[in-house]
T-cell receptor
Framework: NAGVMQNPRHLVRRRGQEARLRCSPM?????VYWYRQLPEEGLKFMVY????????ESGMPKERFSAEFPKEGPSILRIQQVVRGDSAAYFC????????????FGPGTRLTVT | GENVEQHPSTLSVQEGDSAVIKCTYS??????FPWYKQELGKRPQLIID?????GEKKDQRIAVTLNKTAKHFSLHITETQPEDSAVYFC?????????FGTGTSLTVIP
């Protein structure tokens, strides 16, 4: 049973470009969470999704950021018109159930905006 | 919303000694408290968790205690080993979200 997969692992974008981060949850998991982690800081919740539904996006900036988890395929976190402040590690985690299901984290995508 | 505070931010112990990391939370509705270990450049990994209907849970050298009245929970690592060196995060779950502490960097000195 493969773990949570994220790709790409490293992503470099110039200011103003778009970044697309992908997360494939563990098999049988239908709940996905996205987090942002700045260097030497904790994990900040961004968004919680179930298949085809956004359950809670209160941690995600309302502009430039969007997330989806389609019926087929990975969950995608999309950042439009990236700025230097978007540089961070973005982790997704999947869970087999809510609300108290254990989370399993992916390896993260390290986004660098130049 | 929930506010999770974690102390200390750094901790150094001699190999074989115990390490204790403490977290407090503010929302009495929080009902699930996982702990994660994150090695440098790697993903957070769940090491132990506790639910609000339990006061203590133990798994080999790792234990977690929860005091709902005082709204705090602690991670205890006994007989520490160099491979325990990592950043440890506590979290509290309420209202569809996990709220994380700011992390404790644990160094086990051989």
């Amino acid at each position: 049973n493969a773990g949570v997969m994220q790709n790409p692992r490293h992503l470099v974008r110039r200011r103003g470009q778009e970044a697309r981060l992908r997360c494939s949850p563990m098999k049988g998991h239908s709940h996905v969470y996205w987090y942002r982690q700045l260097p030497e800081e904790g994990l900040k919740f961004m968004v919680y999704l179930q298949k085809e539904n956004i359950i809670d996006e209160s941690g995600m900036p309302k502009e430039r950021f969007s997330a989806e988890f389609p019926k087929e395929g990975p969950s995608i976190l999309r950042i439009q018109q990236v700025v230097r402040g978007d540089s961070a590690a973005y982790f997704c985690a999947s869970s087999p159930r809510a609300p108290l299901g254990e989370q399993y984290f992916g390896p993260g995508t390290r986004l660098t905006v130049t | 919303g929930e506010n999770v505070e974690q102390h200390p931010s750094t901790l150094s112990v001699q190999e074989g000694d115990s390490a204790v990391i403490k977290c407090t939370y503010s929302d009495s509705a929080s009902n699930y408290f996982p702990w994660y270990k994150q090695e440098l450049g790697k993903r957070p990994q769940l090491i132990i968790d506790i639910r609000s209907n339990v006061g203590e849970k133990k798994d080999q050298r790792i234990a977690v205690t929860l005091n709902k009245t005082a709204k705090h929970f602690s991670l205890h690592i006994t007989e520490t080993q160099p491979e325990d060196s990592a950043v440890y995060f506590c979290a509290a779950y309420t209202g569809n979200q996990f709220y994380f502490g700011t992390g404790t960097s644990l160094t086990v000195i051989p």
